[in-house]
């Protein structure tokens, strides 16, 4: 049963609203944008407008904090607004980025609550750069983000297998569910109702995501498909990975592709083709980067690149220098040096600082 | 919240790992909830060494933290449910302003809405069986106003079945799972007031267990709480007073029938109920992992089996009568995912191509 009227305080918070009208109105949006997230579908301002709001447009702002208020304080989640489209040249993207990410630092000290009000400061500022500002505009799609410390996140994540029953217990069947269950707080394949739910396709995301990153953050299809043959997957290889919870068919490698621009993790740019009639396809990341960051991503490489527990730490690393002389390191120097190495080949290769939280 | 007697509740990280952790599970056997319990607080406790639970990481434990939960998540109308369903009990995170089923299954479109609802309705409409095979949970795509592809209905089955709204049977029968049971039952009771049964010893919704065969009396029981009222010195019916000791019940449920039931076809739903071969109590043996702990004999089981094969009849007109669309009622007033889509230019593609049947009313 609805139990909505509780605090029974009629007080004005300006915008015409009761306080209670307020909060009901809020646990409305709350629960509209967790269904979206299921889905992986960002959250649109003008649903929220529609869905909840319909007699009353303007409390959005009200109504909009107030949700935002109960998603950090009871889910540890918060609605992030995603950016636009990218348009235009990569190099100058990045250098955008790069310059949002430095004035973002500067005010890091505020709460990570206070992220957006952050933004909106920003947004005040006076001098900010015409590309930006084109940045700014908004696009009044949201989705949601954990807000909770980046080590709780990662615990959140980690299977560990649950223990049998004392004595074994004799339902085969409940015994069977328990061992295809992760163990991980967070059940991947059961939060997401999408054919990207399944674990393994979470895999191949992020390995495209990686592999356009290390391409200059933009990738021609044929360059990004020739190194996904390498990986044995061509444009209609059949995905095998479904998730249980999942009711569509496996999806071949290039509906995997639409489905990621559909959902925002990339973005197909057509562009003219300077050589030759027509276009071509260029890949990018999309908005979801403020779910998973290019920072993110790096943190991802350097762990398949650098076996934190490589066999054997007593023995010693040759390794030849730039002046052809071999000398021996430590094993944990070897690696923090190869982790040094590996993230300006990154950088390099992304062509520019990589940005985001971790 | 202060007036729900919880003055100074405030959430701290471990409820909010807890409540990502049920957002994403949903529903899980109570062992499972109080071992994710366990591994929250070791969560928290790694970045912060000094936090001290609230509650102790065992059985009662939960249950209190659970309810510190629900009053948390009481303001966006979702609580925690507890309860028995089969073997287990169950931890289900629920929807309060949802009476109906498309609230929940948000992701489906609105023809696989309609097609689990149908399923539904064919499953409650079954009693005493409270289960239809394979066959006739696919057939029941012949009821959708759009088409659907056998293999699209296979495929949906399963994911209905993983996700807990319905569970499978070795029998390969369907019936309702314990997430739905827990979810769907203002629903259930309120559509399909003239199917459901409550049962008499816990007062819940039952589809699966045994019902007292004393004279008239039509007591239904869950298994474990008939057990447990077996389990007492001198058990008696709730209803009639007859000692169970004596009285054999009669299974509800997928026991309620035999396995060549479970062969259906089309054809065979309007032939002749061809007459019972021997071997139906052997059978029953193997149904009790369902939860029947009643032993039939076998005479009773034809005399049953033919008295089912009435009602069965019975429900089927009726079903025909009064179940269909028009006796469906609209749930409660709430914000229905479903319509969200209209807005939508970027959602699913086939959201759009099947008319919505779902909208009732
Ligand atoms: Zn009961
Ligand atoms: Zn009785």
Request: glycine share 6%; hydrophobic share 30%.
């Amino acid at each position: 049963m609805p139990r909505r009227d509780d605090d029974g305080d009629s007080d004005q918070e300006g915008s015409g609203l009761s306080r209670a009208d307020a909060k009901s109105l809020a646990a409305q949006v709350v629960r509209l944008a967790l269904f979206h997230e299921y889905r992986r579908q960002p959250l649109k301002r003008e649903v929220i407008v529609k869905t909840v709001l319909a007699q009353k447009p303007r409390s959005f702002d009200t109504v909009f904090e107030r949700a935002q208020k109960t998603l950090r304080s009871t889910f540890g989640m918060e609605l992030v607004e995603l950016r636009a489209k990218q348009k235009g040249d990569v190099a100058e993207m990045a250098a955008a980025a790069a310059e949002t990410q430095r004035r973002k630092s500067k005010g890091k000290k505020r709460a990570r609550q206070g992220d957006d009000e952050e933004e909106d400061a920003e947004e005040d500022e006076e001098d900010a750069d015409a590309s930006k500002e084109k940045r700014k505009a908004g696009t009044k799609n949201y989705i949601l983000r954990s807000t909770l410390a980046p080590e709780l996140v990662a615990a959140m994540a980690t299977p560990r297998p649950l223990p049998f029953p004392q004595g074994g217990g004799d339902d085969e069947e409940h015994l069977a569910e328990l061992e295809k269950d992760s163990g991980s707080l967070i059940r991947w394949e059961k939060g997401d109702g999408t054919p990207s739910g399944a674990i393994g396709m979470l895999g191949v995301r992020t390995v495209i995501l990686c592999l356009v990153l290390c391409l200059g953050r933009s990738a021609n299809d044929d360059q990004l498909h020739a190194l996904l043959r390498r990986l044995n997957l061509t444009r209609d290889t059949v995905l095998p990975y479904v998730s249980e919870d999942g009711k569509e068919e496996p999806l071949t490698l290039d509906k995997y592709l639409d489905l990621l621009t559909k959902q925002h993790y990339l973005e197909k740019a057509k562009m003219p083709n300077p050589t030759a009639e027509g276009h071509i396809i260029e890949w990018r990341w999309g908005s979801r980067e403020a779910e998973f960051s290019e920072n993110a991503a790096a943190a991802f490489i350097e762990r398949i690149f650098i076996n934190e527990d490589e066999s054997d730490p007593e023995e010693d690393v040759v390794e030849e220098g730039p002046d052809g002389v071999q000398r021996r390191i430590t094993p944990a120097e070897a690696r923090r040096k190869k982790r040094r190495t590996l993230r300006q080949d990154l950088e390099r290769a992304a062509g520019g600082a990589l940005t985001g939280q971790v | 919240m202060a007036a729900n007697g919880h003055p100074a509740l405030r959430a701290t990280d471990l409820h909010r790992i807890y409540i990502q952790s049920l957002l994403s599970r949903r529903a899980m056997t109570e062992d499972v909830a109080i071992e994710m319990y366990r591994r929250a607080v070791s969560a928290v406790l790694h970045t912060h060494p000094d936090f001290v639970p609230a509650h102790q990481r065992n059985r009662s434990g939960l249950k209190d933290f659970l309810d510190e939960i629900s009053v948390l998540l009481e303001e966006v109308s979702m609580y925690v449910r507890r309860g028995q369903e089969g073997k287990h009990i169950w931890v289900v995170l629920c929807n309060t302003e949802a009476g109906d089923i498309a609230q929940h299954a948000t992701d489906l479109t609105p023809l696989e809405i309609t097609f689990y609802r149908t399923v539904v309705e064919a499953i409650i409409t079954s009693y005493p069986a409270n289960s239809v095979s394979t066959a006739e949970a696919l057939h029941q795509t012949a009821e959708l106003e759009s088409t659907m592809k056998r293999s699209d209905a296979e495929h949906l089955l399963s994911a209905l079945v993983s996700r807990q709204w319905l569970a499978k049977s070795k029998r390969g029968r369907y019936s309702l799972a314990p997430r739905a049971m827990l979810e769907l039952d203002h629903y259930l009771k309120e559509t399909y007031e003239d199917y459901v049964q409550k049962c008499k010893q816990c007062e819940r919704l039952m589809l699966s267990g045994v019902a007292c065969d004393a004279g008239d009396c039509d007591a239904h029981y869950h298994t474990h709480c008939y057990d447990k009222i077996k389990g007492s010195p001198r058990p008696k019916c709730r209803q009639c007073q007859a000692d169970l000791n004596e009285i054999q019940p009669r299974a509800i449920g997928e026991g309620a029938i035999g396995r060549n039931e479970d062969t259906w076809t089309n054809a065979q739903r309007k032939r002749k109920r061809p007459s019972r071969a021997n071997g139906n109590g052997r059978d029953d043996d193997d149904d009790e992992e369902d939860g029947n702990g009643a032993s039939l004999e076998e005479e009773e089981v034809d005399r049953f089996t033919q008295s089912q094969a009435q009602s069965q009849s019975q429900s089927q007109s009726q079903s025909q009568s009064q179940a269909g669309p028009s006796r469906r009622r609209s749930g409660r007033e709430t914000l229905v995912p479903d319509s969200i889509d209209d807005d939508d230019d970027d959602h699913d593609d086939h959201d759009d191509e099947s008319a919505p049947p779902r909208r009732r009313r």
